[in-house]
């Protein structure tokens, strides 16, 4: 009996040990600022954060940068893996663990500057024609669930704003963090759009698989909320967006 205690006990200890050492998969895409490739070195704002995490979790880990529909499915299939950065919506609540939040924005609609508009509703924006939204943005998913009638989704946010550029949309859909990137993909920049409305106040997150150990998942917000507390999170973001508000910096400062 002892010994079969004993092989139990080792069984237990070796799983355990398994589990603790089993590598992460985490997946981002290319969305600069947050996320992205430089000179074959991955970079931005999210990935400081993740690789602190990495660092101060001693979690073996790989973070691979992929299209977002990849990563998004992987990390609702597959054991221990997580794709970042993403907004936290009802609409994928249940489908994810999640820790953060690392990043705050706000999702707002664009027109052009000096063109006259004046949005403040989505009734205001029904009656500007045809308005292109990247199908696998959480915006679209928002507007698509309030029955947007003009909705007209698009593969990339290269084909969004080239619609925008050259006249083809009125108005642009983006989120304030990745706005500068976004259009100086088309050769363009912020001077050039006016804000109109804010659809939604975006806080973005690591999602980990709901396959992924919740001790696991607890400890990365542990190590998460000890980099708000010792100031390592607000120096990270501080240093990638110089003129963040203190209204915006509370938002991922105050823990949850």
């Avoid at 490739?37 to 704002?45: F, H, V």
């Avoid at 660092?55 to 973070?63: D, F, K, L, N, V």
Wanted: glycine share 6%; aromatic share 8%.
């Amino acid at each position: 009996m002892v010994m079969g205690l004993k092989v139990v006990t080792l069984l237990l200890a070796s799983c355990w040990a398994a589990c603790a050492s089993a590598q992460l998969r985490l997946y981002t895409e290319d969305y600069r600022p947050l996320s992205y490739m430089d000179n074959g070195k991955l970079t931005g704002m999210v990935v400081e954060v993740v690789e602190a995490l990495i660092q101060r979790t001693g979690q073996p880990a790989s973070i691979e940068l992929v299209p977002w529909t990849r990563g998004y499915q992987q990390a609702q299939r597959e054991v221990d893996t997580a794709v970042f950065p993403t907004v936290r919506t009802a609409q994928r609540e249940d489908k994810f663990h999640w820790v953060g939040p690392v990043a705050a924005g706000n999702t707002s609609f664009y027109s052009h500057r000096g063109a006259g508009l004046r949005v403040r509703s989505l009734a205001d924006v029904e009656q500007l024609g045809t308005l292109a939204v990247p199908k696998l943005w959480y915006s679209y998913e928002v507007l698509q669930e309030q029955g947007l009638k003009n909705l007209y989704g698009v593969p990339t946010p290269q084909h969004m704003l080239r619609m925008f550029k050259h006249g083809r949309t009125q108005l642009m859909v983006a989120n304030s963090l990745v706005l500068d990137e976004i259009l100086a993909g088309q050769g363009m920049r912020r001077e050039q759009v006016e804000w109109q409305y804010t659809l939604t106040r975006d806080t973005t997150y690591i999602a980990f698989s709901r396959k992924t150990d919740v001790g696991l998942v607890a400890d990365w917000q542990q190590a998460l909320d000890s980099m708000r507390r010792d100031g390592s999170l607000e120096r990270i973001h501080r240093r990638w967006f110089i003129h963040a508000s203190e209204a915006e910096l509370a938002e991922i400062l105050v823990e949850p």
